[in-house]
């Protein structure tokens, strides 16, 4: 049986930590910033988690198990 692959949409968005939890970047950074305050800016800085409902799907996807 073949290997399988990984999805390559999914590897760019999402990096799975040393501890098996998935991590993602939050959406609202590419545009319109300037209308943005600084704090929301500082906000959408950092990753943040996945919920492990969709962490269990996206492991599947980049063939984590």
């Not at 049986?1 to 970047?25: E, I, L, N």
């Not at 929301?40 to 980049?62: F, S, T, W, Y």
Request: proline share 3%; with cysteine; charged share 40%.
């Amino acid at each position: 049986m073949p290997k399988q692959k990984t999805h390559r949409g999914a590897a760019k968005r999402f990096k799975v930590t040393s501890k098996g939890k998935v991590k993602r970047w939050k959406a609202g950074r590419r545009h319109l910033l300037e209308c943005k305050t600084t704090k929301q800016l500082r906000n959408l800085r950092n990753g943040v988690m996945c919920a492990p409902e969709d962490a269990k799907k996206i492991r599947k996807l980049l063939c984590r198990d």
